[in-house]
C-alpha cells in the first residue's frame, strides 16, 4: 500500500515526466519512479480526475495507457516538474530548522536529509534579500549542542556553556542547572537556574557556541520557579527604549533574530521594524554593523549617535595606509 505522502510527489513529477517521454513503455516509467507496474496505472487512473477547475471533458488530465505505453495528449499546465520560488524555499527551511530544533523529535535524521535536499535544489540561485543559508549566528544551532543540552534535561546533569548576550554583544561562560526545553515562536530555549547570575534565565539553543555536560546532578534550588510564558517570552520594560528602523532586504534577518514589537512590510521586500533596547550603544553598534541596509528612522538621538560614529570610523579610515 502506497501512502499519501508518497503518492503526491509522483503525482506531481508525472505528466512533465511523461510529456518529455511520450509513448514511454509502461514498465519503463514504473522501473523509473521505483513502482510496480500496477501501482503505477492506479496513479495514471487518478490523474485521469485531475485538472483546471470546471472539471469537464476539456479540464481534465488526458492520457493513453491502454497498451503497454503511456502517453499525455492533454496536460492541464501541469508542463514544469515542481519548483519553490526563493521565498517559498526561506519559508520552508525555517520551519525545517525550527522543527530540527523541537525537542521530543524522534527521527531528526529525516529532518536534516530534508534540509540537505531543499538546500541542495536551492543552491545558489536565490536572489539578495531572500536569507536561506542563515549564515552566522542567524538562527543556525550548532552540531551537537541540542543533543548535550537534551541530555543535561533529560538526565538532570548540570550543564557548562559558552553563551553570546546579543544585547550586551559579549560571550560568557556559565555553568547552568537545566530545568526544561521550550520551543516559542520557532526558537529553542533552555530554561534554566544560571549559578553566575543566581536566577533562572532562557538560552536560546541558536546562541551556545560550546556546551559540555558535567559529571554532577542538576540542583537548581528551591525557589527556581518556571518561566509564565502563556503571554509570550519577551514583555517590555518600562525603562526600554524603543527605535523605528527601516531594513533592506539583506538585512531582514534582524527582524527573524532579535525581538521586535512591530513589522510592517514595504515595497521591494523591504521592512520595517520597532525594536526595543536598553543600551543605546549596544544598538549603534548593531545598526552600524549593517552599513548600508539599515535607515533609523526614531528616536533622533539614536539616530545622531550611528552618525556620529559612522563619520568618525570614515575619518579614522582616511588615514589609514593605501594597500
Not at 516538474?81 to 527521527?107: H, K, M, N, Q, Y
Not at 550548532?142 to 554583544?169: F, I
Not at 519577551?234 to 526600554?240: G, I, L, N, T, V
Request: charged share 25%; with cysteine.
Amino acid at each position: 500500500m502506497t501512502s499519501a505522502t508518497e503518492r503526491l510527489p509522483r503525482l506531481l513529477a508525472l505528466v512533465p515526466y511523461l510529456l518529455s517521454r511520450p509513448g514511454i513503455p509502461v514498465a519503463d516509467a514504473a522501473a523509473d519512479f521505483g513502482v510496480t507496474e500496477q501501482q503505477l496505472r492506479k496513479d495514471l487512473e487518478l490523474l485521469w480526475m485531475c485538472g483546471l477547475p470546471g472539471y469537464g471533458p476539456g479540464d481534465l488530465i488526458d492520457l493513453s495507457f491502454e497498451s503497454d505505453t503511456i502517453t499525455v495528449t492533454y496536460d492541464a499546465g501541469m508542463r514544469r516538474p515542481l519548483r519553490l520560488t526563493a521565498s517559498e524555499a526561506t519559508a520552508l527551511l525555517v520551519a525545517l530548522r525550527a522543527l530540527a530544533d523541537t525537542p521530543g523529535i524522534t527521527d531528526t535524521d529525516a529532518v536534516q536529509r530534508a534540509l540537505a535536499k531543499v538546500e541542495n535544489a536551492v543552491g545558489q540561485a536565490r536572489p539578495a534579500g531572500v536569507v536561506v543559508g542563515l549564515e552566522g549566528r542567524e538562527g543556525a544551532v550548532r552540531p551537537g549542542v541540542r543533543a548535550a543540552v537534551q541530555e543535561a534535561t533529560t538526565q538532570r546533569r548540570a550543564l557548562w556553556m559558552r553563551y553570546y548576550t546579543a544585547s550586551r554583544d559579549e560571550i560568557s561562560e556559565r555553568t547552568v542547572d537545566p530545568m526544561r526545553l521550550l520551543l516559542i515562536d520557532g526558537r529553542s530555549y533552555l530554561e534554566a537556574w544560571c549559578r553566575s547570575a543566581h536566577g533562572v534565565r532562557m538560552f536560546r539553543l541558536d546562541r551556545i557556541d560550546e556546551v559540555a555536560v558535567l559529571d554532577e546532578p542538576a540542583r537548581p534550588p528551591s525557589e527556581a520557579e518556571p518561566t509564565d510564558v502563556s503571554e509570550g517570552l519577551f514583555r517590555p520594560a518600562p525603562d526600554q527604549s524603543v527605535a523605528e528602523v527601516e531594513l533592506e532586504p539583506d538585512a531582514r534577518w534582524i527582524a527573524e533574530y532579535y525581538q521586535v514589537d512591530e513589522l510592517v512590510e514595504l515595497p521591494r521586500g523591504r521592512v520595517r521594524v520597532r525594536m526595543r533596547y536598553s543600551d543605546r550603544s549596544w544598538m549603534s553598534r548593531l545598526l552600524l554593523g549593517l552599513g548600508g541596509q539599515a535607515r533609523v528612522l526614531s528616536p533622533a538621538d539614536l539616530a545622531q549617535d550611528v552618525r556620529q560614529r559612522a563619520e568618525a570610523a570614515l575619518a579614522r579610515a582616511r588615514h589609514l595606509p593605501s594597500t
